[in-house]
């Protein structure tokens, strides 16, 4: 379960690279920019959402060991 969450992280944070390289800086809310924008926005919050699941399974772990 680690290996496939470590995976997952590291493709949102791909994904996030890859929406900064769409961002248009002089027109940022139009476009393309706005999707690029959402993307971040969703990739971030998987990222998020995977690290707590990681430190839940850590502390779950660490209960069951006690």
């Known amino acids: 379960m680690k290996i ?3 995976i ?3 493709l949102a944070l791909a994904l996030i690279i890859f929406n900064i390289t769409l961002l248009d800086f002089n027109h940022l809310f139009e ?10 926005t969703a990739s971030f919050c998987a990222v998020l959402i995977l690290l707590i699941f990681r430190m839940s399974k850590m502390i779950q772990e660490k209960t069951k060991n006690q």
């Open 31 to 40: 476009g393309n920019s706005i999707i690029a924008l959402i993307g971040i």
């Open 8 to 10: 997952l992280v590291f």
């Open 4 to 6: 496939f969450t470590s």
